[in-house]
């Protein structure tokens, strides 16, 4: 059980470039979440997926897109990169236990924008 | 104004030097408190979910418990192994699974 993979775990983009953070997961979780972590800010969640097919905006959702692909595979895109998305992003899913959902996170992937 | 805030900031202990670190939450109704432990350069690990006022769980040298408007991990007798930042996070009623985190404590302890 590999949990949660995220590829690639560096990036180095210049400005206006694109690019697209993978994640998977093999714990058959149905909800995946896209988080950024900035020094002094805390987690912040970008968007995430309820199910499969469904996607939603969290608290700072501009410059990203997501595509959640299938039930394993939750795929997060910057269309033109600026360097105010220079952050480390992880990745999550959860399984619904009680009344909560506990969240388990990928390694992150650690993105600079020239 | 935050939902979730954690303090203080950063931490230093001598090893076996026990002391808590706080969460104080502000949300109208409380699904679930969770506490992860972050190593530098890796993901956040779960360590706890609390679900209502007075309850307890330990783990180790650690034990979370939970009140009405905060959050304490309590850290008995530590480690250099347990240095790392421990971040919490609540989870509202209504709020489908999403978690608001607070901004993690520091914790260093020295041998």
């Known amino acids: 059980n590999a949990g949660v993979t995220q590829t690639p775990k560096f990036q180095v983009l210049k400005t206006g470039q694109s690019m697209t953070l993978q994640c998977a997961q093999d714990m058959n979780h149905n909800s995946m979440y896209w988080y950024r972590q900035d020094p002094g800010m805390g987690l912040r969640l970008i968007y995430y997926s309820a199910s499969e097919g469904t996607t939603d905006k969290g608290e700072v959702p501009n410059g990203y897109n997501v595509s959640r692909l299938n039930k394993r595979e939750f795929s997060l895109r910057l269309e033109s990169a600026a360097p105010s998305q220079t952050s480390v992003y992880f990745c999550?899913?959860?399984?619904?236990?009680?009344?909560?959902?506990?969240?388990?996170f990928g390694p992150g992937t650690r993105l600079t924008v020239l | 104004e935050d939902q979730v805030t954690q303090s203080p900031e950063a931490l230093r202990l001598q090893e076996g030097e026990s002391s808590s670190l706080n969460c104080s939450y502000t949300v109208s109704g409380l699904r679930g408190l969770f506490w992860y432990r972050q190593d530098p350069g890796k993901g956040p690990e779960f360590l706890f979910t609390l679900y209502s006022a007075g309850e307890e769980k330990e783990k180790e040298r650690l034990k979370a418990t939970l009140t009405k408007k905060e959050s304490f991990l309590h850290i008995t007798a530590p480690k250099p192994e347990d240095s790392a930042t421990y971040l919490c996070a609540v989870q509202e009623e209504g709020a489908n699974s999403k978690l608001t985190f607070g901004k993690g404590i520091t914790l260093s302890v020295r041998p």
């Open positions: 999550a899913s959860s399984d619904h236990r009680g009344s909560t959902d506990t969240q388990y």
